[in-house]
């Protein structure tokens, strides 16, 4: 048997040049040859592939297909079903072929296989007709589909067989992600022959042991089926393999950073006396939660150590963790050493001052606040004074406090990622022998499997409950025909008093997207629905000083409306505005708007959101142009982010949305590896493989816990693809 327009032909002989050259070459130089060297591929396709990041043997041996053709599924012709795709075998009855003018043709080919019969068809292959005779067997696999009285396939793929009795092997075609001037057959070619001749060099990962006892496949066994599967099991074993294999590598990398934290670094130990407790807690206006009495004792334990606490604090927007960050620093300036926080934004830096303000109105201890709106007198005494320790708690903006800064005795940093997370470009904060504890807070509720899988290093503090006294806030979905009546009570609240924000997604119309911007909001609003307010605009690309005013004219009531982008998002908290209308509200990840929506529950009225939605902009399949695009369009269109808007209108809780956002968009869109500073899964999937992480991960902590600078034997190529993979955004150094 054979099949035509498949890649299994002679693909061997295409490869037999490069053999022999190998003689004493190390495995790593083997795979290190260039694509254009090899036979099968050659200087041209070299060229097109290398704009696909395929440079070597290696690159194309692990260029994974993102799918798979499966023309394995056989089946009687009455047992057909549209929709996938599906294999019969017949004895050809009729071959026919008619020129339908103007070049074009048509031939048909009846086959019958005993129970019913089945008509395939080739549209302009005119030569189809006399690779066909009656009385021959063949084999076609497409998607059948059902016309008049009969079933029928368009342009199969066709294989010929001995007699009705030829069982043939049925095959599950990989697909590859391609790039322009290489075909699907090339790349399938191209890929079966580096895996035939490379296939067995590399080194194994796993040690022999760890094979047997999770029953996965060799590296080289797992190379040939994900690439050409005998079967749907053995493809399943390869991609197991690799996505455990790629998660394993991660916790690997985590459990290695975790034990080089507690085993090597050393930071002054900070403990919290009933005394210093005491005068602490003293200098809130109101007794804490019971949840943030239980994060504040995590974080006053690990702070007694004498190596880094690395603790992150996660709690919904406004659940109180700037109260337990307060805390930390002012236990790190009991004992005499410096604390220093940094905010994402300027507008939160400063908000963080104030309540910092309030706090130590009655206490001695000296703060500041460096930010982009410090004048360069004031900076330059700021810098001095921390370098003679006169200054015991520094805030500032995550970029002021990346520079040079030197302090005396630095031995706390509280990290206020809100939802930008850049966990892993810790600012390399550190004064001479010792290290400071880390606090980050994220006010972005994290996936328990997002947890396990990104922050295995960090240990972690959830605040769930809210302080009492928190308003309810009201969500609706806005349908194109109650517009009105929404900027009727935006009118009605405005009159009584409340204040409002309209968040818009985009600055300008740079973009030819649909979307609005916050200007021709603006425009648009003062000149119409709020006509007879007092409107501001306040977007991230005005001065620093502007947007000071501007925040400034909000929080005093001088103005009613702001009309922002998303720069309100972090934080800020004006208890008076209780109106929230986001327009394109489907260009918001959840996490996103549930922050949005985290500013209008900050006072003593309920608050109200309104999601004004795009009209209905989906793309007509027909105008799309490959069905690549279509499927990534697909996932972002305007039905898939209706379910999660309506989602978002039913529940408030952070962790809820969190999750549902995770189900529906994946980690990409919330928090993926790309966020945290790490280089992105080939293959595993966060969503899919939750229950591998946990697998990779507890079995990576074990194995750290027996080898932790993975010095044996045994352990070497796991350890060389750590420190290549994540050596550096996990600043492993040379691991043991
Ligand atoms: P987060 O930083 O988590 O968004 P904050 O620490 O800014 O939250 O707290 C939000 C608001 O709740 C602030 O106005 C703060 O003063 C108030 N708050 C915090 N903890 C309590 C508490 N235990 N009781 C009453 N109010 C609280
Ligand atoms: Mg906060």
Redesign the pocket.
Known sequence: MRWFGSMSRNIGDAMGALSGEYAGATPEQVLAVPVRHLSAIGPDRAQLLAKIGIQTARDLLFHFPRNYEDLSDQRSIDHLEEGTVQTVRGVVEEVDGKSTGFGRSIVGVLINDGTQQLRAIWFNQPYMRDKFHPGQYVMFSAKPKYHGCRWEMTHPKVAWLEGEDDRPKTEILPIYGLTEGIPQYQMRRMVAAVVHQFAAVPIEVFPESMLRTLDIPSLTDAIRNIHAPTDQIQLARARRRFIFQELFILQLALAIRRWQQQTQRRSPPLPASAKMDARILRLFP????SG?RHVIRQIASDMAQNRPMNRLLQ?????????AAVYAMLLAVAHRCQAVMMAPTEILARQHAE?LAGVLRASRVHWATLTGGTTEKERQSILTQLAAGEIGILIGTHALLQEDIHFQNLGLVVIDEQHKFGVRQRATLRTAGSDPHYLV?T?TPIPRTLTMALFGDLDVST?REM???RQQVHTYLIEPGKRAAWWQFVRDQLTSGRQAYIVSPLVDESLNIAAASAEETFEALANGELEAFRLDLIHGRMSSREKQTAMRAFRTGKTQVLVSTTVIEV?V?VPNATVLAILSPERFGLAQLHQLR?RIC?GKYPGYCGLIGEPDASPKESELQSPALASEFCESSPSGSRDRLIAFTKTTDGFELAEIDFQMRGPGNLLGTAQHGLPPFRIADLVRDAAVVEEARSLAQKLIAEDPGLRHDTHAKLRRMVLLRYGKALDLGDVG
């Not at 709690?315 to 109260?323: L, P």
């Open positions: 109101f007794e804490l939660t943030q709690g919904d927007v406004g659940s109180g963790k700037t109260v309540t807070m006010a605040l302080p009492p006294g934080g908290d985290g900050r």
